[in-house]
């Protein structure tokens, strides 16, 4: 009877183990889950606030770079040509 009893015990320890490690499992399942739906939005969302953040900085410094460094040569045949360019 106490070989039966010990039995039982020792049944119960395993099967608590054995839900404990699944448990564990389970709640890594989750966390990885939600991780990996946070990168998508974050790869969505990210890419729409660079190019906003890209595009005002281009238009902020659009006309400094097309003065400075959009005409090669010495020739003066461009319609828009600063003559005044630190690049002369």
Do not use: R
């Not at 039982?8 to 739906?37: R, V």
């Not at 190019?51 to 003066?76: L, R, T």
């Amino acid at each position: 009877m106490e070989n039966i009893d010990q039995d039982i015990i020792e049944q119960a320890i395993k099967h608590k183990n054995e839900e404990e490690k699944s448990l564990n499992l389970t709640i890594y399942e989750i966390c990885m889950s939600i991780f990996l739906l946070l990168f998508i939005i974050n790869c969505f969302f990210g890419k729409s606030t660079n190019e906003y953040i890209a595009m005002q900085w281009f238009k902020a410094n659009d006309k400094f770079y097309s003065d400075n460094y959009a005409h090669v040569g010495h020739e003066n045949n461009y319609s828009n040509f600063n003559l005044n360019s630190p690049f002369l």
